[in-house]
């Protein structure tokens, strides 16, 4: 079963070029145990909720703040 994320954050918290507060809703569908398993990584690193990870991150995305990129994880154990 997929659930879905939802967040809810001001845009001010968003973009520094706004004064806004009108407050918007993210839905992110996904499953459960992805949920659960990112609220226990959050919690991990001090965060309340997966939510404010999503914050955190979106905040410092808009800013330009973030170089993403992906990069294959070296699994030693993994037969090819």
Known sequence: MIESL???FTLFEMAADTSADEIIR????????????ANDRAKEYGFGSIQEVVRLF???FVRGEYEIGFTAKKN?????
Do not use: C, E, F
């Not at 993210?26 to 398993?37: A, H, V």
């Not at 030693?76 to 090819?80: A, F, G, Q």
């Open 58 to 60: 979106v905040a410092g």
């Open 6 to 8: 939802s967040i809810t």
């Open 26 to 37: 993210l839905q992110i569908p996904m499953r459960k145990t992805i949920k659960d398993k």
């Open 76 to 80: 030693d154990d993994k037969k090819n």
